[in-house]
């Protein structure tokens, strides 16, 4: 295989096409991962080199398409760092309890098993009928996995002994029916969520959240991105609401520190305290 030389100059010029094209900002990403992913992708095509990238993700959608699926790591699971979920069920719930509505939105939900986790969570503390979920991601591909709550079967035990150590008071299978090899999350849950298109970078905030869950995203950012970001969130929340990143992400900013209380520095956990 063709071992390829990103060049910085052409990198910066394919990253300026897709924005100008396309209206995809990655000039912000962190830039060790996007050379490494676009090298990626020249080496599985029938390319030489990156300047030749940018006729064609320029010139043919579907080739951007695949660009677009290479620019997003869209691992997830359910219960991911299930001690952080605990903590939901246990301090974050008590507080939401007091509101008659309860708003989260799950900031880059990939394919969409943290929402479900945090559905399954509100149904078994009794929140979920006043709750309504956002889950929102750019890359289609895994929003439609995610809406159709359908998954493989094989990673059930494992989600199972997640749910357990989060505080899981039933059973996992309570909460799904299977088919096959897989499994469909009930439309109980389902009805609580809407999935939708938003890109970080470029889109609005969500007026009047609780509880913003943004893990594992910032990390693909740049410094400059990251504070774009967590000032959406600042945007988005209503006093007092919550703020969840993921256990290598921080907040990066004497700024942002005055805007967000750490109230779990392990679990990465924060309240609004200059929010709308
Ligand atoms: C590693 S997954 C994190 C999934 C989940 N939050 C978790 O922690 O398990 C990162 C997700 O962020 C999404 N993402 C990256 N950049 C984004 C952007 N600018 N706007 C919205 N989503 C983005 C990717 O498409 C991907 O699905």
Redesign the pocket.
């Known amino acids: 295989m063709k071992e390829i030389d990103t060049v910085p100059f052409e990198v910066n010029q394919l990253l300026e096409a897709v924005y100008f094209r396309y209206g995809y900002d990655f000039r912000h990403y962190a830039r060790g991962s996007i050379e490494r992913r676009i090298r990626y992708r020249v080496e599985h095509s029938e390319l030489e080199n990156v300047s030749q990238m940018i006729a064609k993700v320029m010139h043919d959608p579907d080739y951007f398409n695949l660009f677009l699926n290479d620019m997003?790591?869209?691992?997830?699971?359910m219960f991911?760092d299930p001690l952080v979920f605990k903590s939901i069920r246990n301090q974050l719930f008590l507080r939401l309890k007091t509101y008659s509505r309860i708003n989260i939105w799950?900031?880059?939900?990939?394919t969409g098993?943290?929402v479900y986790a945090m559905a399954i969570m509100l149904e078994e503390e009794g929140l979920l009928e006043r709750s309504q979920l956002y889950a929102?991601?750019?890359?289609n591909h895994?929003l439609a996995v995610a809406k159709e709550g359908i998954y493989s079967q094989q990673h059930m035990s494992k989600y199972q002994k997640s749910y357990k150590k989060s505080g899981g008071k039933k059973k996992l299978t309570d909460y799904y029916h299977t088919k096959h090899e897989h499994i469909k999350f009930d439309q109980g849950l389902r009805q609580h969520i809407t999935f939708a298109n938003?890109?970080?970078?470029k889109d609005k905030e969500f007026a009047q959240m609780h509880l913003i869950?943004?893990?594992?995203?910032l990390i693909?950012f740049d410094h400059q991105l990251q504070q774009l970001a967590l000032n959406l969130f600042k945007c988005s929340l209503i006093d007092r609401g919550y703020l969840i990143l993921?256990r290598e992400e921080a907040l990066g900013s004497a700024a942002m520190h005055a805007v967000f209380e750490s109230i779990d520095a392990k679990y990465r956990i924060y309240r609004c305290s200059a929010c709308a």
């Open positions: 997003s790591v869209t691992v997830t699971e991911r799950h900031a880059g939900c990939a098993e943290e929102t991601d750019f890359n895994s938003h890109n970080l970078v869950m943004c893990r594992n995203v693909y993921g």
